[in-house]
């Protein structure tokens, strides 16, 4: 079964920093870039960036461009997103998704909840 | 960047229903247009890709049209799972979504 399973919960202090990770199975990770989305509470989807676990080429939505940095351990198939400091608004959701080049974003993890707050 | 608006955001209806999901995109997205499903607390899944194709396991209940700009999301006969919110995004360009059409029961 294909899969991507998300890091848990986390609840942090604004200026901390954060990684969470989304692990791949079921298939060959290096093939498939995985993107990331946010979802702000009671809010729609946004597209935060995409990373090419073959090359590790990355391209991020001009919205989250220098505020999150994606990454990724294609030995171990596991995608990371990361904040080096992170603020009250970025509490949210966040998936990690496989994106499939003609299905668009055919499989979704299941979601890692962020919470940020003093 | 390419922008996504879906109507109506707000679609109240009653099981057995035929309902239509309009999504309109600011410029050209060919057929790059997806549907995505979300129910509370869950991550969204994908319904139709290249705007008319069906993912597998997805209802034959479930049917989406349009090219170019505009677009349809329309359920034949609603389903008591079928209450959620549904998104179009385009793929043409990076990735863009809709803000979302949440259908209610009537």
């Keep these: ?118 | 960047d390419i922008q996504m608006t879906q109507s109506p955001s707000t679609l109240s209806a009653s099981v057995g229903d035929r309902v239509t999901i309009t999504c309109r995109a600011s410029q050209s997205v060919s057929s790059w247009l997806a549907w995505y499903q979300q129910k509370p607390g869950k991550a969204p899944k994908l319904l139709i890709y290249r705007a008319s194709t069906l993912e597998s396991g997805v209802p034959s209940r479930f049917s989406g049209s349009g090219s170019g700009t505009e677009f349809t999301l329309t359920i034949s006969s609603l389903q008591p799972d079928d209450f959620a919110t549904y998104y179009c995004q385009q793929y043409n360009a990076y990735y863009t979504f809709g803000q979302g059409t949440k259908l209610e029961i009537k």
Excluded at chain 1, 24 to 38: D, P
Excluded at chain 1, 66 to 71: H, M, N, P
Aim: charged share 20%; with cysteine.
């Design chain 1, 1 to 118: 079964e294909v899969q991507l399973v998300q890091s848990g919960a986390e609840v942090k202090k604004p200026g901390e920093s954060l990684k969470i990770s989304c692990k791949g199975s079921g298939y060959n990770f290096t093939n498939y870039s995985i993107a990331w989305v946010r979802q702000m509470p009671g809010k729609g989807l946004e597209w935060m960036g995409v990373i090419y676990p073959g090359d590790s080429d990355t391209r991020y939505s001009p919205s989250f461009q220098g505020q999150v940095t994606l990454s990724v351990d294609k030995s171990n198939s596991i995608a990371f997103l990361q904040w080096g400091s992170l603020r009250a608004s970025d509490t949210a959701s966040y998936y990690c998704a496989r994106r499939e080049v003609f299905h668009g974003l055919d499989v979704w993890g299941q979601g890692t909840t962020v919470t940020v707050s003093s």
